[in-house]
């Protein structure tokens, strides 16, 4: 959540939390020293005060500073309750230019009653402390147990495109296109000083979006992400939605990912394509089936939910299929309507693929979803 502290004073309190146990179960077939699985409750509390505030109209100084504490049950090394504790702090800096474009024209169906142009340069400072416990000392599950300590700055160019369309009897405005261009660049402290080290800083990757939503019923976003040192296309996506309203929806999509590295195992690109297709039967249920072809293989994912609507909840039922490696996944969740976004529920194997995504697990798992 996120709320203003004081009524008239822009200073805010940003809070997110989760409670979780996670379950790492190996493949011991066919190896002579097996692998113990892993299990871990963790508990996850993160705090964040900013102030917003604004000069001369149009630009935005935004400084924060925040703390992430995490609970484990376990490290990797075996000890017991741990504590962890992050401390970080930045400021986000923003200003807006525009101009208006007298342009009224209803041609290919587009509706368009004048176009508003919106370019917005930020620079944005980051510093996150060294966590009490290091990564390497935890087993990792995903991003939280992946933090690290981090210092440098996000730059990025972001322009959009607007226009007025009538709805609900009035002029109300809505996005045509928006473009993002974003680089971060990572620079590191000299030991026990805020001193900058010399020639280490480095530029990250450079990252693209482009989103365009010409109809209320269509809408098609392209990301890409560049390396500069190598001078390669890291990763690149491009999905296309369309919906007839909340009756149904079509979405397909296709991902491009460049390994890392060349191995004997891995000495190709990764090429997916995926399709989610959502079917609305009545008022009460619900369909949706998701699909991941990789192009070098075959059918990699299929998942199948069946939903039901029971007032206040939402109960979902999947089955999911995954060819390599075999496994067969199947969770049970309940969502509050009023807070889609904290599920409830027991979810076997991986987490649920996200659309256009590679979103390759590595291990089975049981986790309990809550927060």
Same mark, same amino acid.
């Given at each position: 959540f996120n709320y203003e502290l004081f009524k008239g004073i822009p200073l805010y309190h940003t809070a997110h939390a989760s409670a979780v146990y996670l379950n790492h179960t190996y493949n011991n077939t066919g190896t002579d020293e097996p692998q113990k699985d892993t299990n871990v409750a963790r508990i996850d509390a993160y705090n964040?005060?900013?102030?917003?505030? /604004? =000069?001369? !109209?149009?630009?935005? +100084?935004?400084?924060?500073?925040?703390?992430?504490?995490?609970?484990?049950? &376990?490290?990797?090394?075996?000890?017991i309750n741990q504590m962890r504790t992050v401390f970080s702090a930045g400021?986000?800096?923003?200003? /807006? =230019?525009? !101009?208006?474009?007298? +342009?009224?024209?209803?041609?290919?169906?587009?509706?368009?009653?004048?176009? &508003?142009?919106?370019?917005?340069p930020t620079v944005n400072y980051y510093f996150v402390n060294h966590p009490s416990i290091s990564p390497s000392n935890l087993t990792q599950y995903d991003e939280i147990d992946g933090v690290n300590t981090r210092n440098g700055v996000t730059l990025s160019l972001e322009n959009k495109l607007q226009t007025k369309r009538m709805e609900g009897g009035k002029l109300k405005s809505v996005d045509l296109a928006y473009f993002i261009l974003s680089t971060d660049y990572t620079f590191r402290l000299k030991k026990h000083s805020l001193e900058f080290q010399d020639h280490t800083g480095k530029f990250t990757t450079v990252d693209m979006q482009l989103e365009l939503s010409p109809y209320p019923w269509l809408y098609t976003v392209a990301r890409m992400s560049i390396e500069p040192k190598r001078r390669?296309?890291?990763?690149?996506?491009?999905?296309?939605?369309?919906?007839?309203?909340?009756?149904?929806?079509?979405?397909?999509?296709?991902?491009?990912?460049?390994?890392?590295?060349?191995?004997?195992?891995n000495d190709r690109n990764i090429s997916l394509v995926t399709a989610d297709l959502m079917y609305k039967v009545n008022d009460k249920w619900r369909t949706r089936a998701y699909y991941r072809y990789n192009l070098e293989k075959s059918f990699e994912d299929q998942e199948y939910t069946l939903y039901r609507d029971l007032h206040c909840w939402v109960a979902e039922l999947t089955y999911s299929v995954r060819?390599?490696?075999?496994?067969?996944?199947?969770?049970?969740?309940?969502?509050?309507?009023?807070?889609?976004?904290?599920?409830?529920?027991l979810r076997r194997t991986y987490s649920r693929p996200q659309f256009g995504s590679v979103g390759q697990p590595t291990s089975d798992r049981v986790q309990f979803i809550g927060g």
């Open positions: 964040r005060l900013s102030y917003a505030a /604004k =000069f001369f !109209k149009s630009l935005y +100084v935004t400084p924060y500073g925040g703390i992430e504490e995490t609970y484990y049950s &376990r490290n990797s090394l075996g000890s400021v986000d800096n923003s200003i /807006k =230019f525009y !101009k208006i474009y007298d +342009v009224n024209t209803n041609f290919a169906g587009l509706n368009i009653n004048k176009l &508003r142009h919106v370019i917005t390669l296309i890291k990763t690149e996506s491009i999905d296309l939605v369309a919906n007839g309203g909340d009756k149904w929806s079509v979405g397909i999509g296709h991902r491009f990912e460049k390994p890392l590295t060349y191995t004997v195992d060819k390599s490696p075999a496994d067969v996944g199947l969770w049970f969740v309940l969502r509050l309507k009023a807070f889609p976004d904290y599920p409830v529920g």
